[in-house]
């Protein structure tokens, strides 16, 4: 073959290719378009996590599913730092640490409040008109949930969303500062900053409902904990339950005092034993350590975490009385299996995969710690576990019967989390009005003291004589939870009824927590509540799983069985 032969049939070939060639360029430009049309990589963690990234007919939802999954991965890293920020972090990391913090809460607010979320969010809901057949359950509750988290932030600028999850921080600390120093000359200009944050936050939440009745603002800061609440409902629940418990505190306090005194612990109880006692508890309840942990600090109890990482931090043990930490240790771990039972296989990330909010929570925790865990069958599987962990061999203080009466003393006390769980109630009501008060411009930071007194003398008949053991005893205002503490008493009410429903479905609890056993009610409240996320609002989910609407009723019925039985 010449090499002009040559050059002609390579170009021959050549030209044989082109109509391939044409056909490649064309799937290269379309390729291309949909590398541009995708908004952020799509580099799943999990290939596994099949809901999250299953191909919906919506190519708007399948893009806010992206961009949710993102906000979720920077919620999970400030999880991270703030975990971090507690447990093991220099003290030198200090400020650059609060700068990485309120950074990032800045950048997820700016991911979620924004005009193409909200674009994303109408086109994905005209679509779920147009073609319903294509949304299943899961994802129409998946579209709902994101709706309702850009809309309870999407008129909050940025700057003020930064400083809130800075003061957040600083107030941790600032509060164990001022805490130890009884000092409320510190404290109070803080919480000045602080109630001028918050109601600025809650202007900027009311300014879309056009409702400026004058707790308003504080209605729209209890929606960040319990979604949706309406304030002149939570109102009616608690004067029900104010009433009925104002009747029967007193019966109470007649019937225990006809029973003897309880023997007061006697320590040491040394800190590692009460670790390895909690740890073994939290192990019993189904707590599983691969994906948490369980920490103690100098800072008061804190739940929280993701479904893949949940480290529970509670406070430093009390050498004299291992029931604290151990209570501690029940609630968190309450709020930890909540939490690590979530959907995270399916829609780790997506709004439908989180929980409920605060209320239902605190039901969580209320219904390990209060409810199951002040049974005297659970104490009559802990005493002679700890009678033999600390060696108190023949103390009459470490008996079943002896640490019930304990746990279940009622006795208005200065201090929220010592309270019993009759009395515990008036603690919630009183933060609770003088919270509203503050947001509502009602109340001064400056008369705090003097009204926190006030109120507990009229609700509890005693008052304190030191900050510390009044206005400057809870963390929650220190780190902008104003409109958390109601989620405490719906939460008792939520984990009452459910554990009324729970016993008609498990008849054997008595022997299950006399036994330790505790697999068959974790597995229970894993598929009734935990598995369920947030494909139900609160409402709905409790008149799945019990048939009725939020009643005090249960709560009320289950306090006066525990502490008007006969002696
Ligand atoms: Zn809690």
């Given at each position: 073959m010449s090499p002009k032969q040559s050059y002609w049939s390579r170009?021959?070939?050549?030209?044989?290719?082109?109509?391939?060639?044409?056909?490649?360029?064309?799937?290269?430009?379309?390729?291309?378009?949909?590398?541009?049309?995708?908004?952020?990589?799509?580099a799943p963690d999990d290939v596994a996590n099949t809901k999250q990234y299953e191909e919906?007919?919506?190519?708007?939802?399948?893009?806010?599913?992206?961009?949710?999954?993102?906000?979720?991965?920077?919620?999970?890293?400030?999880?991270?730092?703030?975990?971090?920020?507690?447990?093991?972090?220099?003290?030198?990391?200090?400020?650059?640490?609060?700068?990485?913090?309120?950074?990032?809460?800045?950048?997820?607010?700016?991911e979620l409040a924004n005009e193409n979320i909200a674009n994303l969010i109408n086109e994905a809901q005209d679509?779920?008109?147009?073609?319903?057949?294509?949304?299943e359950v899961w994802d129409k509750a998946n579209l709902r949930e994101m709706e309702t988290m850009y809309r309870?932030?999407?008129?909050?600028?940025?700057?003020?969303?930064?400083?809130?999850?800075?003061?957040?921080?600083?107030?941790?600390?600032?509060?164990?500062?001022?805490?130890?120093?009884?000092?409320?000359?510190?404290?109070?200009?803080?919480?000045?900053?602080?109630?001028?944050?918050?109601?600025?936050?809650?202007?900027?939440k009311?300014?879309?409902?056009?409702?400026?009745?004058?707790?308003?603002?504080?209605?729209?800061?209890?929606?960040?904990?319990?979604?949706?609440?309406?304030?002149?409902?939570?109102?009616?629940?608690?004067?029900?339950?104010?009433?009925?418990?104002?009747?029967i505190l007193p019966w109470v306090l007649d019937e225990q005092a006809k029973r003897p005194e309880p023997q007061p612990l006697i320590g040491p109880f040394p800190a590692a034993q009460q670790m390895w006692l909690n740890k073994s508890l939290l192990k019993v309840m189904g707590f599983d350590f691969t994906r948490g942990g369980l920490y103690e600090t100098g800072h008061n109890p804190v739940e929280g975490g993701t479904p893949d990482d949940t480290r529970l931090v509670i406070k430093t043990s009390d050498a004299g009385n291992f029931l604290d930490s151990m209570k501690s240790a029940l609630h968190e771990g309450?709020?930890?299996?909540?939490?690590?039972?979530?959907?995270?296989?399916?829609?780790?990330?997506?709004?439908?995969?989180?929980?409920?909010?605060?209320?239902?929570?605190?039901?969580?925790?209320?219904?390990?710690?209060?409810?199951?865990?002040?049974?005297?069958?659970?104490?009559r599987y802990l005493a002679p576990r700890v009678e033999g962990l600390f060696q108190k061999f023949g103390d009459p203080a470490m008996t079943a019967d002896n640490i019930y009466r304990l746990k279940t003393r009622v006795k208005p006390t200065l201090d929220r989390k010592s309270a019993d769980e009759v009395t515990y109630f008036f603690h919630i009501r009183h933060r609770m009005r003088l919270e509203r008060d503050?947001?509502?411009?009602?109340?001064?930071?400056?008369?705090?003291?003097?009204?926190?007194?006030?109120?507990?003398?009229?609700?509890?008949?005693?008052?304190?004589?030191?900050?510390?053991?009044?206005?400057?005893?809870?963390?929650?205002?220190?780190?902008?939870?104003?409109?958390?503490?109601?989620?405490?008493?719906?939460?008792?009410?939520?984990?009452?009824?459910?554990?009324?429903?729970?016993?008609?479905?498990?008849?054997?609890?008595?022997?299950?927590?006399?036994?330790?056993?505790?697999?068959?009610?974790?597995?229970w409240l894993a598929a009734k509540v935990y598995s369920q996320g947030r494909l139900f609002r609160t409402d709905d989910l409790l008149m799945e799983v019990t048939g009725s609407k939020l009643t005090p009723g249960p709560l009320i019925n289950h306090l006066q069985d525990r502490y008007l039985e006969a002696a």
């Open positions: 170009v021959k070939n050549w030209a044989s290719t082109l109509p391939y060639l044409g056909k490649a360029f064309g799937a290269i430009k379309t390729a291309g378009a949909e590398l541009l049309r995708l908004p952020p990589p799509r919906h007919k919506s190519k708007s939802y399948m893009d806010l599913k992206m961009a949710f999954r993102d906000i979720g991965r920077m919620n999970a890293i400030v999880e991270t730092l703030g975990r971090d920020f507690l447990t093991a972090m220099p003290e030198g990391a200090y400020v650059s640490r609060l700068g990485q913090i309120a950074f990032l809460f800045r950048r997820m607010h700016e679509h779920q008109k147009k073609d319903p057949g294509n949304w309870h932030v999407s008129h909050v600028p940025p700057d003020l969303m930064e400083r809130k999850a800075r003061l957040a921080y600083e107030g941790r600390r600032k509060h164990r500062d001022v805490l130890k120093c009884d000092d409320w000359d510190e404290a109070r200009p803080f919480l000045e900053d602080m109630v001028d944050l918050q109601r600025r936050i809650a202007d900027a009311i300014l879309k409902d056009n409702d400026h009745a004058t707790d308003a603002p504080y209605q729209a800061l209890l929606r960040e904990y319990v979604p949706g609440a309406r304030l002149t409902e939570v109102d009616a629940l608690f004067d029900r339950l104010e009433t009925k418990l104002k009747e309450g709020h930890g299996i909540y939490i690590q039972g979530l959907p995270r296989e399916t829609w780790r990330y997506q709004p439908v995969g989180q929980d409920l909010g605060a209320a239902m929570q605190e039901s969580q925790a209320l219904l390990i710690e209060m409810i199951l865990g002040r049974t005297k069958e659970f104490y503050m947001i509502a411009g009602r109340l001064k930071v400056k008369d705090l003291p003097e009204a926190w007194n006030a109120g507990m003398k009229e609700l509890l008949g005693i008052e304190p004589t030191t900050h510390a053991q009044g206005c400057l005893q809870d963390v929650h205002w220190f780190v902008g939870k104003f409109g958390y503490f109601p989620a405490y008493t719906l939460g008792h009410m939520i984990a009452a009824q459910i554990h009324d429903k729970m016993k008609r479905e498990i008849q054997n609890i008595p022997e299950l927590m006399a036994s330790g056993d505790f697999m068959p009610i974790q597995q």
